[in-house]
Structures are given as structure tokens and as C-alpha cells.
């Protein structure tokens, strides 16, 4: 059982009132993409706070529009500012321009988690946020975790507010089928959550990577026990990685799956995921260069096909503004 939040707001300054010309994240239904292989058009509606240097997932919920959620990987702890927490779990809400709205510490037991490399970050179907500690280029862990919360509903312009909130704590293992009792060990950069609840993990492989897949069954079993969810290899997907993030749009009609330069779409209205992952997808967003539109990690997918993306930026840097959001609209 999650124990009840700890909560601590901080109103931070005047709100900041924003709106993002040619996007918007939830303004009511989206209609599904009839194509999606369709040309996007890319435009900068603004640049996240030097506190998200390193940000390395996206994701959205339908309690909180207009808002993107968000997170650093362990690369903040190379150069850390004064007072700055690179120790523990948090997650922050940010407008479509990368203002911060608030950060979310997590905590397991009222205590706060400390975290090894959180790399990604999805919704599930119950308007949960899933944080995934699964980066292990640096400590080779086995055995890894996810952070499961519901964050409470963050309105775009509001006035900057940290709080601490209970989380789920699921540990999660790989392995290379359904019966075998040996764990391997994946630097995991790309995760996502179904529709069903399933959770879709592609290594960082610079070859063809195989997917694994965890079952919504197997998360809840998991969760609050040391014994690992089963994430199982699946399907091997038909392009190189290494694949940085993946998100599903929240109609489940479509995949997207990014390395750092390229934007893959599967089209998902007829065909399961274990499927599609074996066909050859359509790159859809292609960055030459750093700093170039679509450029970098991190990815959220919308109903309509558009979608967003964001840079880790200087490890260094300890004020102003970094990494620019990129907006692809149909």
C-alpha cells in the first residue's frame, strides 16, 4: 500500500501565464491520424530551466492538460549545483513552453527513494505516472525498478510548487523467455506503457534490439515485494538503435519509438505491438545535427499524430534556460 503523501507547497513567484501558437497538447478529442507516415511540421514553443539539464523522458496525463511531465537522468550528479537533490526520485510538470510547474519528490514509506538512473517515463492506463529506473551503463545492476504514482492534477500557468508524494516501488528483471530463471542484464533507455497496461522495453543496442515486455499482471504482483516483474524478450525491432524513448499515444493507435536523431511511427489501428515492432516503420522526423528539430532523448506521442521532443543539455550548466522543446505538428 502506498502511504499517504507528505505533502510540502511552495508557491515560487507569480504564476507564469503561457500559450503555444500551432500546439496543444489536450484541447479536447483528438482525432487518430489517418497516416502515420504523415509530414510534421517542427517549431520551438520554448526551452526548459538549466534544473532539467539532463531531461531524458516525456510524457502526458489527461488530469493535467497542457502539462508535460518530466525528469534528469544520473547526469546532473556529474556537475551538481549548489544545494541541488541528485540523490532522490523526482519528477517535475512543465508547461508547453518548458516552464517548471512543480517537481515531485518520490518516497516509499514516507522516505525519500534514491534512484540509480531513471531513463524514462510513461502513463498507465489508470492516469498513473511510471518512472523507470533502468539505466545501468554505470553500475550494471540486473535488477531494476519501477517508481508508480498519481501525480495530483497540475494546471498549466500555475505558480511553481514542490510536493512529496508515495510511490509504488516494482522491481523488474529481464529475461531471455518466459521459463528461464537467469536475468540479463539491459541498459534500458526506452520505455512505454500500453493501453492494456503492458509495459514495452528497448534496449540500447546499436544493433537490431530485441523488445521486452513486462505484463500489467505481472507489474501489480511486483509491486511493493522484492521479487522482480518478469520483462520478457519479445520482438526484434527491424531498424538500429540505440533507441532512447518510446511513447504510445494515449488512443493506443500509434507508436513512436526515437533514438537520438530519428523519430519511428508505427501504426497501431490494426495491428498488436508484438507485431509492429517487426515491420519496417516509417522514420518520421529526422535531426541532422545536435540541436537540430527532434534532436535528443526524449519523446511524447499525441492522439493526432503530432508529437514532442526534448535534448539533454550542458552537465555544467547552473543557470538560464536549456535544452529547446520541440513541437511536430500534422
Not at 540505440?242 to 519509438?257: I, Q
Not at 536523431?261 to 509492429?276: E, G, K, M, N
Request: glycine share 8%; with cysteine; aromatic share 8%.
Amino acid at each position: 500500500m502506498v502511504k499517504q503523501p507528505n505533502v510540502k507547497w511552495f508557491a515560487v513567484g507569480l504564476a507564469v501565464a503561457f500559450g503555444v501558437a500551432g500546439f496543444a497538447l489536450v484541447t479536447g478529442p483528438a482525432v487518430a491520424v489517418d497516416n502515420v507516415c504523415v509530414a510534421r511540421t517542427s517549431s520551438s514553443p520554448g526551452n526548459l530551466s538549466w534544473r532539467l539539464r539532463q531531461a531524458s523522458g516525456l510524457t502526458s496525463l489527461a488530469a493535467s492538460p497542457n502539462v508535460l511531465f518530466t525528469h534528469n537522468d544520473r547526469g546532473i550528479r556529474d556537475s551538481p549545483a549548489p544545494g541541488e537533490d541528485t540523490t532522490h526520485a523526482a519528477v517535475w510538470a512543465i508547461g508547453l513552453n518548458g516552464t517548471a510547474l512543480a517537481r515531485f519528490r518520490l518516497t516509499s514509506g514516507g522516505t525519500p527513494i534514491p534512484y540509480f538512473d531513471t531513463e524514462a517515463i510513461s502513463r498507465d492506463p489508470l492516469g498513473r505516472l511510471v518512472l523507470a529506473d533502468t539505466g545501468t551503463n554505470v553500475d550494471g545492476r540486473v535488477t531494476v525498478a519501477l517508481y508508480r504514482f498519481t501525480p495530483p492534477p497540475v494546471t498549466a500557468g500555475q505558480a511553481y510548487v514542490e510536493q512529496d508524494i508515495g510511490a509504488e516501488v516494482i522491481p523488474l528483471a529481464y529475461y531471455a523467455n518466459a521459463t528461464t530463471s537467469t536475468r540479463t542484464a539491459l541498459n534500458v533507455e526506452a520505455m512505454a506503457i500500453d493501453l492494456a497496461g503492458n509495459a514495452w522495453f528497448v534496449p540500447r543496442n546499436s544493433n537490431l534490439p530485441y523488445s521486452y515486455t513486462a505484463t500489467a499482471a505481472a507489474l501489480n504482483q511486483a509491486a511493493g515485494t522484492t521479487t522482480p516483474a518478469r520483462a520478457v524478450r519479445s520482438t526484434r525491432l527491424a531498424v538500429n538503435g540505440p533507441m532512447t524513448d518510446a511513447s504510445f499515444s494515449p488512443d493506443g493507435t500509434m507508436l513512436l519509438v526515437k533514438s537520438i536523431s530519428t523519430v519511428y511511427a508505427y501504426d497501431l489501428r490494426t495491428t498488436p505491438v508484438v507485431t509492429a515492432l517487426a515491420r519496417t516503420p516509417c522514420a518520421v522526423a529526422t535531426a541532422s545535427k545536435a540541436k537540430a528539430p527532434g534532436y535528443g532523448e526524449a519523446i511524447v506521442a499525441r492522439d493526432d499524430g503530432s508529437f514532442v521532443t526534448v535534448a539533454e543539455g550542458s552537465k555544467t550548466q547552473t543557470s538560464g534556460l536549456s535544452s529547446a522543446l520541440w513541437s511536430f505538428s500534422v
